[in-house]
């Protein structure tokens, strides 16, 4: 199995153990008058593996942005989203530490072309990285626009503006 992908070699064993089990297109174990059923149980639960590892493959996280992580030792962190869709949408938004914590968040539900800032804490509270994440839970990803800003001042003047991908 020279030069074949790593995501690739098990579909190829799998294969070749079913090409094992067969002999002119017939169970091996139906030539001899083996047990068939247990036989064809070990087929279909070949089948049912092989489908699972295909998924492997596949998995995304269409509902999910995420900013890049930056120093919260000035001012305020917050985490802001947009609802660029026509129609509302419910958004999970975590403000995380740089060590995986769970900082802040809230699940507000905003309304077509709303934005949201609900989620806002002062770097006294938490000094160190933090990063934005925002799940659509209700749409995917393009449905939205979000950031992390940094905000000085009681006027909450943003000085960094950090878009989540």
């Known amino acids: ?31 001899n008058r083996g047990v068939p059923e247990f036989g064809q149980q070990i087929l279909d639960s070949l089948a049912t593996l092989q489908a699972a590892v295909d998924a492997l493959g596949n998995v995304t996280e269409t509902n999910i942005r995420a900013t890049p992580p930056t120093d919260s030792r000035e001012g305020f962190i917050g985490c802001q989203t947009s609802n660029i869709s026509t129609a509302p949408r419910t ?64 006027s909450f003047t943003s000085v960094l503006v950090v878009p989540a991908e």
């Open 1 to 31: 199995m020279r030069n074949l992908p790593a995501h690739r070699i098990p579909q190829v064993t799998v294969s070749l153990f079913v090409a094992f089990m067969m002999l002119n297109g017939q169970p091996a174990f139906a030539q």
């Open 91 to 154: 958004v999970h938004i975590q403000l995380i530490g740089g060590a995986g914590q769970i900082i802040s968040e809230s699940t507000p539900t905003l309304a077509a072309g709303a934005i949201s800032n609900t989620t806002r804490v002062g770097g006294g509270v938490y000094a160190g990285l933090m990063y934005c994440k925002f799940t659509v839970t209700d749409g995917t990803k393009a449905d939205i626009r979000a950031s992390l800003t940094r905000e000085v001042g009681a």
